[in-house]
């Protein structure tokens, strides 16, 4: 699910993560993450894969990035 967000301050639009929960892929559940997007526009791009690693709430403390993989390339 893809929805704007808001108080823009950086950040465009909020994607919510679901997954599926039958296998008609009717009904699904949320996993209760969010990406949050800017959106920027260009002429032309290149479609690639690339490794996203989860972070820590920067607001609680001090910053630290957990290295295992969250999206593994297909």
């Known amino acids: ?35 949050f997007v800017q959106l920027k526009s260009v002429r032309r791009t290149e479609i690639e894969t690339v490794a996203v690693y989860g972070r820590g709430n920067v607001a609680k403390g001090r910053s630290s990035t957990r290295r295992k993989t969250t999206f593994p390339s297909t």
């Open 1 to 35: 699910m893809i929805r704007p967000y808001h108080r823009d301050y950086g950040i465009d639009y909020v994607v919510e993560l679901f997954n599926y929960v039958d296998e008609e892929q009717r009904m699904a559940e949320t996993l209760g993450e969010h990406v």
